[in-house]
């Protein structure tokens, strides 16, 4: 069931609602109340009875009547806004009770017994003209208080004071009298209202919502050229993108939040040396680390030695392996801000969602509904349609338009092109690996390992440039742009930069020319070689000290001392050596080996060295009297006894009474737990004290609502209260009262609780 809600279109929902509504249910009957007797509208219904019997959802019986499994009737609370049936409200009411009721309805049953009074409360309660005709003679504060409750969902009861009275709002009384509302037969809670009464007050116009046809996309053409051209256009782009910021994350990993993930500030820096925009480095971050190219090292995310197979390979085969890990994954990539409008951090490990797979195998199913040779006019429409193919997915907070950023990411991936499905979108809804491959390799070209250099000083591959080409450009020159067409620069800096790393001049000519389509242009030569010559004349070396005199002799002679090879000496000019020994461990050891050094302090004066004096900084405190200090002293001066006086008897009762077993202590101070579950919170809930552990195990055992203070992936700090409490170690599902919604809260990530 769980499996097969989340796939069912909109008027499949909208049906099988309607039959969770009614408490038996013929096909007639759902047909007049979706407004569904004739035309398009009843051969709708039929395809989507049909539709839901080959899921074994809703099916016929023999005796007419419709069927409805179980967990699908308890999908919804209050299915089309209305209460349980008038047989379900009853039940607690004895005979007494009903007969009552009848009284006041004028109703006499053909017996006394209480199945048969309440055989006749409710065939006249599913009579909406008599119903109706009741109402009519109600005080006007009863119809107004009735009209209204027919119309809005049904109240819950709330917390529930036993004992206390229930206040009744003005008119109910009529109603409950004669059974229009009824109430706990304990007199607890609100008063509700059976679904055959709400139905009738709606009155006979009212029909419950039925959109059998899906919504309409303005298609244009879309030729197979064109789509593949498209195609290969935007793939050939996220190719080159992707294995930009891949490589940039090889070379300089990105650092992860203390809360989890790569936050804004790393993504910019990663756009920014990638050249492209955030939406593409979150989506090439994602697929990347679900193919295994990327993962956490400590508190950086680092390339795997998958990565270097996968740097190896074509543009066509790494698009592959990045489709398919896009297209499993469970969550959408391209979400940036909660709904908060918060900066969500990328690769911060959020739970998983299968809705992210339903939106997306549902857009593709969407646009392969076009006929072929067409494409959307506008591709915000297939995200209209996707919500009524799948209208239980939810929408990121940050989309405009239904489902914008997921047909986003499908453009960008070249999955659609042109408003229609391409080739490789075809292949990823037919799950066929092969066929995906095939078709990459078909639209994409081979790595260019070629490139044209211009006198302009400039370097430019069409197509996605090789991993080889990549690695000479980026070493000798910056680049400036990337996608369909990469384009390198060079500067006098960065071909020092080449310089720096070892490289020659007439090396660095040779590679380039290697590469080069044409013969390489006089300015990138004479800058390659004006490089070369201010290249090194000045150079700096690390030294710990320097020793000079005037005397070269003596200088050369200290350099070729065997004794002080261990200094790590080196001969800089004749008067001039450097060491690599400390300052005061080269004296030592010239002074060891018969010379006569002196200092200079930083100015060049002679440091003059004086045998230091050492003094303690305070007296040394003298030492107690034997015996002092050994008692602890009372407030009126006198010692006491440090022994404690035991009574055994106490002693050996505590120990008689003593369990058993003894139960595992609590970490914080040694207690036991109370509860399983107070054990499994304080396992993973690091952030809170023992009574916050204790308090929020409560919660969940007893049902109770709660506050808390959380602290969200994005670092923003919140306080919610939550009631409907499940535990999911390490997760604490919730229904949130800030969102009105149900919401998944990591316990790890809760650093107070207080009473609701």
Known sequence: MALALPRLTLPCLQVAEAAAALTTVSRDDLAG??????????????????????????????????????????????????????????TGSNSEELGRILAKLDVKPAANRKETRLAALIEHH???????????????????????????????????????????????????????LIRDHNRYGPSRMPAEVALALRGTDWHAPFTPLPPGVRSVPAAVPDTERETTAASMAFAAHAASVLGVCAAAPPARLKAGGVGTRELSRIGKAAQCDEIVVRLALEAASAAGLLARDGDRIAATADYDTWAGEEPADQLAVLLRAWWTLPLTPGESRDEDGKALPALAGTPARGDCLQARHGLFEAAAQLPAGEGAADPAELGVLLGWLRPLV??????????????????????????????????????????????????????????????????????????????????????????????????PVSVRRALDAGLTPD?????????????????????????????????????????????????????????????GLRQLAPTVLISRTPPDKTLAALRSAGYAPVAEKPDGAVRIERAQRHRAASPVPSPRPPGEGSRPRRTDGRTTDARAAVDLRALATRLKDAPPEVPEPDPYDGRPYDSDTEEIIAGYARNLSFTDIRQLAHAVDEGRAVTIEYVATSGTTTVRTLSRLELDAPYLHAWCHLRDDDRMFTLSRIHEVMPS
């Open 33 to 90: 109340l979706l407004d569904a007797t004739h035309g398009d509208r009843a051969h709708g219904l039929d395809a989507v009875l049909e539709a839901l019997a080959d899921r074994a959802l809703v099916w016929p019986a023999d005796t007419g009547l419709l069927h409805m499994a179980a967990p699908l009737r308890n999908a919804w609370r209050s299915p089309l806004g209305l209460d349980a049936p008038l047989l379900r409200l009853v």
């Open 126 to 180: 599913s009579d909406p003209a008599r119903v109706a005709a009741l109402v009519a003679t109600a005080p006007a504060a009863t119809r107004k208080l009735l009209e209204r409750r027919a119309a809005q969902a049904p109240e819950r009861a709330g917390f529930i004071v036993f004992g206390a009275p229930v206040d009744s709002a003005p008119g109910e009384q009529w109603a409950l009298e004669r059974g229009l």
């Open 394 to 491: 939810d929408q990121l907070p940050q989309d405009s338009t239904p489902f914008a950023t997921l047909v986003r990411e499908a453009e960008l991936l070249g999955a659609l092109a042109l408003g229609a499905l391409s080739p490789i979108g075809a292949a990823l809804l037919a799950d066929d690996t092969e066929a995906l491959t095939e078709a990459c390799r078909r639209l994409l070209p081979a790595a260019s390992a070629s490139a044209r250099f211009g006198s302009d000083l400039t370097a430019v591959v069409t197509g996605t440039p090789s991993t080889a080409l990549v690695t000479l450009l980026d070493s000798v020159a910056d680049r400036e742009t990337a996608g369909a067409a990469s384009v390198w620069r060079f500067s």
């Open 507 to 567: 090396a660095l000519t040779a590679d380039l020319a290697d590469v080069a389509v044409e013969p390489l242009p006089q300015p990138l030569t004479y800058l390659i070689h004006d490089a070369a010559r201010g290249h090194g004349r000045v150079r700096v070396a690390s030294a710990a000290c320097v020793i000079h005199g005037q005397e070269p002799a003596l200088l050369a002679e200290l350099a070729a001392h065997r004794k002080l090879a261990r200094l």
